[in-house]
């Protein structure tokens, strides 16, 4: 739910992803940030029922294949000549947590109850992956609203290692 906090507080510059979202050149930063809306309420929903109906799965793999669409497509966007080390970091590390995310998507999809966690996880690679640009980009200029999003950023990679190391799934003979 910190996620959801640093969407109205300023991540940098006294600027919220809020007030960043409607702004031409921001708007593929900011947008991502709203998943923390989607898997704050993905989330609660799987810890009550332990899974989320067809149409919940659908807008949730949606949403996360958007947003980290969006996120990627900075890449493409962004001039190239004159970056330091931290801004390609910020730029690059988007490609290695999509990757990742992928992969543990893979994996839970052969588990068993571990499946029925994949459609919050997309929503939260998704988010982490340009929370990570963000926080990595903005280093030096976090205000309030990055620290919650690094709070739920955490959050978010506790509870995917939490779920995807659970030995719930390991059948019994």
């Known amino acids: 739910m910190s996620g959801i906090a640093g969407l109205f507080l300023p991540f940098t510059s006294d600027v919220s ?3 960043a979202a409607p702004v031409s050149e921001l708007w593929r930063v900011a947008v991502p940030f709203f ?7 993905a989330s609660i929903r799987w810890i009550i029922s332990g899974s989320l109906s067809k149409a919940e799965r659908a807008i949730a793999y ?8 969006v996120t990627v497509s900075m890449w493409f966007t962004l001039d190239r000549e004159s970056r330091t080390i931290r801004e390609w970091l910020s730029i690059v590390s988007p490609g290695p947590i999509l990757a990742l995310g992928i992969y ?3 994996r839970n999809s052969k588990m068993g109850s571990s499946r029925n966690f994949n459609p919050v996880m997309a929503i939260q690679v ?6 990570v640009l963000c926080l990595i980009a903005f280093l030096r200029e976090w205000q309030v ?4 999003v ?3 950023a ?5 509870q995917i290692i939490l779920v995807s190391v659970s030995r719930r799934d390991v059948v019994k003979s």
Not at 126 to 131: C, D, R
Not at 145 to 148: L, V
Request: proline share 3%.
């Open 150 to 152: 690094l709070a739920a």
């Open 17 to 19: 992803p809020v007030e």
């Open 62 to 69: 949606v949403a996360s294949a958007a947003m980290a669409g």
């Open 154 to 158: 955490v959050a978010f990679v506790l």
């Open 104 to 106: 543990f998507l893979i």
């Open 126 to 131: 998704a988010y982490l992956a340009n929370a």
């Open 35 to 41: 998943l923390a809306v989607l898997a704050s309420a």
């Open 145 to 148: 609203g990055a620290y919650c």
